[in-house]
């Protein structure tokens, strides 16, 4: 792992110019067949989002829904690349992202009431969201789709992983012990990462976080084709 003494202004500016192709090829040492399987299963989201692209006079909600879905799929994409680089607190910011904007989606695309508090209070959410209702803030996705399960009719295991991931990725999105962790090095003298950069000694925790992205990127593909498939006979 490449040592940088922040205290000294040159070893800052060769970390701001750094290609990190020797932090890209360690880590594709321990993931050659995961990073491909990922990429395929990204080309096939953009291939199943030509849906969006190619429809011929779209309605507003095809515009509105395909826009997260392109987020869901390039957020996702990003977090990858963070977490290939050894960012692993903006990758799981983007991770969470991604997330919210795929439950946007879902929510955008049906044509139906939720609920969207404890109170049972109704919302037509596709009409207020173009109305910049307060409720219809994307933070709110995840828990609005976690609780209209039914009424959305969701795979609630695929839905059941989303949320989970939404709320350890929540983590990510503030400082916390986790942000903190994720920042020190592993070796002998325990010291400060500045930048990215592979940590071997952290194989175990980068094998989960390559794991739950591969798994959640899996859920995508048929997803767009549904989440479309809603929008355009909403």
């Known amino acids: 792992m490449k040592v940088i003494e922040p205290r000294k202004v ?37 291939r199943n989002y030509q849906l969006f692209s190619n429809a ?49 989606a879902i929510l955008l695309a049906t044509d139906c009431e939720i609920e969207i508090d404890r109170k049972k209070q109704k919302s037509q959410f596709y009409e207020d969201f173009v109305n910049d209702k307060k409720h219809t803030k994307s933070y709110r996705a995840v828990s609005y789709v976690d609780n209209n399960q039914q009424i959305l009719g969701v795979n609630d295991q695929s839905i059941s992983s989303v949320v989970k991931g939404k709320q350890f990725y929540n983590q990510y999105s503030h400082p916390s012990k986790m942000s903190i962790a994720s920042r020190l090095t592993s070796a002998n003298n325990i010291s ?28 995508l593909p048929t997803l767009i084709l549904e989440v479309f498939d809603r929008a355009k006979h909403a």
């Open 56 to 104: 011929k006079n779209p309605s507003n909600r095809i515009i509105q829904v395909g826009g997260f879905v392109y987020l869901s799929i390039d957020n996702a994409y990003t977090s990858m690349k963070l977490l290939m680089l050894g960012y692993l607190t903006p990758s799981g910011n983007m991770l969470r992202q991604s997330l919210e904007s795929t439950c946007m």
């Open 192 to 219: 400060w990462l500045m930048g990215g950069g592979y940590d071997k000694k952290k194989k175990s925790i980068y094998d989960r976080k390559f794991e739950a992205r591969v798994n959640y990127v899996g859920i």
């Open 10 to 46: 040159e070893d800052v500016v060769n970390e701001l110019f750094d290609d990190y192709r020797q932090t890209l090829e360690d880590f594709a040492k321990n993931y050659n067949q995961e990073i491909l399987e990922f990429s395929e299963t990204i080309s096939k989201c953009h």
